[in-house]
């Protein structure tokens, strides 16, 4: 028993370092708790508690007390940036560059920051490189965003600054430099693309011509008040997914996927894909998830594992829908599953009768081919922020904050909404307070506890609002969905800097953007 996001991953990884038959490992984790990445994959923690068990031949527990976590399993990298637009006289971007270095053990994988800037704007001439520095320090990996996150972070305060030179408004520079293609292949189109969409529509919600355009001239008593906004994205990623379905003589259907739930609702959705397929209500749906012997799935994870585990339940629910129709001695193609009934023209079965006899099963799974050659799948995202500095200390308060998404069928609007929610708020603390200080002595993080590493809470988590276009994206899936969970957080944190600098008139390049870092740039207090 563990807590991971890739069951899969897990099983394989822990034959391979155990020297163990897959077939004699078993691996269960139903709930998971909070996962952001750090549980993708095989962790220091599954495999003492084997050993140990192994070595006294008794049941292990192995918990991991929180100043442990950041040393011993895994964080984000940090990251230099540098960044480099080149634009005609009308703001058409010419020439983008971007290069991104950070650190991590020999042979770690770099941080992926530069991913964004290969698709989001137009632009004949485009450089991206990434660059590793062996530094002797816990393991850089997945933490909390992919690296369209601290990628986004840099690029966006240089898309801001860059309109500004050319004066022009940050949303219209950004929407004159849409693609509808794949910039540096243009013959690949993108699936969906609505990132004018969100940009306008998120515009006009917000209140955007209301911004004044000139830094530091907004005042709010002694706050300085400012707007500020970014595009965010996120690649929409697809990945084989498996699933079992069983039909039971009470008309219960039984799910069984290896998919995990790190709280962001996997079970709804689950269930609702096999309710609606199977015409059944989704109390009569039991879905079980994380567990080894059941068919592997795409896992949780980069926003990838909602639309492929339902479209692996789809698959395996048509052939399930076949197997009913074949037991009733019906044609498949013609059948409608509705209210626990299976009609056909003017005859009505009740579901459950199929299985009076003994329970149906079905297993089938979803995959992609080639499809993501052919086509560029991404999610797009506008947001938009308004903060308030102190102009005296320079403290600085988000009042509120809006993102408009793009992110092909909503599966559960609930859901997603409360995942965008809850990426907003990690975007928020990664622009103002979030930072790991380094040892450089024994090369070990020392504000390792919730004492000394700063996140937000209730107090600094202001007024949040969800918008989601209208979209489906039939080439995505069956389902005709994407992912929304990384999207929430690529893009807030350069929102929140570029309305530091709209409200104080100062540019920081350097996050968290703390008040020592605005004090000297700040107006006379009136």
Same mark, same amino acid.
């Given at each position: 028993?563990? +807590?991971?996001?890739?069951?899969?991953?897990?099983?394989?990884?822990?034959?391979?370092?155990?020297?163990?038959?897959?077939?004699?490992?078993?691996?269960?984790?139903?709930?998971?708790?909070?996962?952001?990445?750090?549980?993708?994959?095989?962790?220091?923690?599954?495999?003492?508690?084997?050993?140990?068990?192994?070595?006294?031949?008794?049941?292990?527990?192995?918990?991991?007390?929180?100043?442990?976590?950041?040393?011993?399993?895994?964080?984000?990298?940090?990251?230099?940036?540098?960044?480099?637009?080149?634009?005609?006289?009308?703001?058409? %971007?010419?020439?983008?560059?971007?290069?991104?270095?950070?650190?991590?053990?020999?042979?770690?994988?770099?941080?992926?920051?530069?991913?964004?800037?290969?698709?989001?704007?137009?632009?004949?001439?485009?450089?991206?490189?990434?660059?590793?520095?062996?530094?002797?320090?816990?393991?850089?990996?997945?933490?909390?965003?992919?690296?369209?996150?601290?990628?986004?972070?840099?690029?966006?305060?240089?898309?801001?600054?860059?309109?500004?030179?050319?004066?022009?408004?940050?949303?219209?520079?950004?929407?004159?430099?849409?693609?509808?293609?794949?910039?540096?292949?243009?013959?690949?189109?993108?699936?969906?693309?609505?990132?004018?969409?969100?940009?306008?529509?998120?515009?006009?919600?917000?209140?955007?011509?209301?911004?004044?355009?000139?830094?530091?001239?907004?005042?709010?008593?002694?706050?300085?008040?400012?707007?500020?906004?970014?595009?965010?994205?996120?690649?929409?990623?697809?990945?084989?997914?498996?699933?079992?379905?069983?039909?039971?003589?009470?008309?219960?259907?039984?799910?069984?996927?290896?998919?995990?739930?790190?709280?962001?609702?996997?079970?709804?959705?689950?269930?609702?894909?096999?309710?609606?397929?199977?015409?059944?209500? %989704?109390?009569?749906?039991?879905?079980?998830?994380?567990?080894? +012997?059941?068919?592997?799935?795409?896992?949780?994870?980069?926003?990838?594992?909602?639309?492929?585990?339902?479209?692996?339940?789809?698959?395996?629910?048509?052939?399930?829908?076949?197997?009913?129709?074949?037991?009733?001695?019906?044609?498949?193609?013609?059948?409608?599953?509705?209210?626990?009934?299976?009609?056909?023209?003017?005859?009505?079965?009740?579901?459950?009768?199929?299985?009076?006899?003994?329970?149906?099963?079905?297993?089938?799974?979803?995959?992609?081919?080639?499809?993501?050659?052919?086509?560029?799948?991404?999610?797009?995202?506008?947001?938009?922020?308004?903060?308030?500095?102190?102009?005296?200390?320079?403290?600085?308060?988000?009042?509120?904050?809006?993102?408009?998404?793009?992110?092909?069928?909503?599966?559960?609007?609930?859901?997603?909404?409360?995942?965008? %929610?809850?990426?907003?708020?990690?975007?928020?603390?990664?622009?103002?307070?979030?930072?790991?200080?380094?040892? +450089?002595?024994?090369?070990?993080?020392?504000?390792?506890?919730?004492?000394?590493?700063?996140?937000?809470?209730?107090?600094?988590?202001?007024?949040?609002?969800?918008?989601?276009?209208?979209?489906?994206?039939?080439?995505?899936?069956?389902?005709?969905?994407?992912?929304?969970?990384?999207?929430?957080?690529?893009?807030?944190?350069?929102?929140?800097?570029?309305?530091?600098?709209?409200?104080?008139?100062?540019?920081?390049?350097?996050?968290?953007?703390?008040?020592?870092?605005?004090?000297?740039?700040?107006?006379?207090?009136?």
């Amino acid at each position: 028993w563990t +807590t991971n996001q890739m069951i899969n991953w897990c099983h394989s990884d822990l034959a391979k370092t155990l020297n163990i038959p897959q077939e004699n490992i078993r691996v269960r984790s139903p709930y998971i708790g909070g996962g952001f990445g750090g549980k993708l994959f095989l962790r220091s923690d599954a495999l003492l508690a084997a050993l140990g068990a192994r070595a006294i031949q008794r049941p292990v527990k192995v918990m991991l007390t929180r100043p442990m976590i950041p040393n011993n399993t895994t964080h984000r990298p940090a990251t230099i940036q540098r960044v480099r637009i080149g634009t005609d006289e009308s703001g058409h %971007i010419s020439a983008i560059a971007h290069e991104s270095w950070n650190g991590n053990l020999p042979g770690g994988p770099t941080e992926t920051a530069t991913n964004q800037t290969e698709l989001l704007y137009a632009g004949a001439n485009r450089l991206t490189g990434l660059r590793l520095a062996k530094l002797d320090l816990p393991e850089g990996n997945s933490m909390r965003a992919p690296g369209e996150a601290p990628g986004m972070m840099v690029l966006e305060i240089a898309m801001d600054e860059m309109a500004e030179k050319l004066g022009i408004d940050p949303v219209e520079f950004r929407i004159l430099n849409d693609t509808q293609v794949d910039p540096a292949n243009p013959e690949r189109l993108f699936s969906q693309r609505q990132l004018i969409e969100c940009l306008r529509t998120g515009a006009e919600h917000f209140g955007w011509q209301q911004r004044n355009p000139t830094p530091a001239q907004v005042r709010d008593g002694r706050w300085l008040v400012g707007m500020g906004m970014a595009a965010g994205f996120r690649n929409n990623l697809v990945t084989p997914s498996g699933a079992r379905v069983r039909l039971d003589a009470q008309g219960t259907v039984t799910v069984e996927t290896d998919m995990t739930d790190i709280g962001t609702g996997s079970y709804t959705i689950i269930a609702q894909t096999a309710a609606e397929m199977m015409g059944v209500p %989704i109390e009569k749906v039991v879905v079980k998830l994380g567990d080894s +012997t059941f068919p592997v799935s795409s896992g949780s994870g980069g926003q990838w594992g909602g639309n492929s585990s339902t479209a692996g339940v789809y698959a395996a629910c048509v052939k399930l829908r076949e197997a009913v129709a074949d037991r009733l001695g019906i044609d498949a193609s013609s059948a409608m599953f509705a209210d626990e009934q299976v009609r056909v023209g003017e005859r009505s079965i009740p579901l459950h009768e199929a299985a009076a006899q003994s329970e149906l099963v079905a297993e089938d799974k979803i995959e992609f081919g080639d499809l993501a050659e052919k086509y560029q799948q991404s999610t797009f995202a506008g947001h938009f922020v308004e903060v308030a500095v102190d102009s005296a200390t320079g403290e600085v308060r988000v009042r509120r904050m809006l993102a408009v998404c793009a992110a092909g069928r909503i599966l559960n609007p609930k859901t997603a909404r409360s995942q965008v %929610i809850g990426a907003m708020t990690m975007g928020l603390g990664a622009a103002l307070m979030e930072e790991l200080a380094v040892d +450089t002595r024994l090369g070990f993080f020392v504000n390792h506890d919730m004492a000394g590493y700063e996140v937000p809470v209730h107090a600094d988590v202001p007024q949040q609002e969800v918008i989601f276009l209208d979209e489906t994206d039939p080439i995505s899936s069956p389902m005709k969905a994407k992912g929304v969970g990384e999207l929430g957080i690529c893009g807030v944190s350069a929102a929140i800097a570029n309305a530091i600098y709209n409200a104080t008139g100062v540019r920081v390049r350097d996050y968290p953007i703390t008040l020592d870092k605005l004090l000297h740039g700040l107006p006379d207090p009136v």
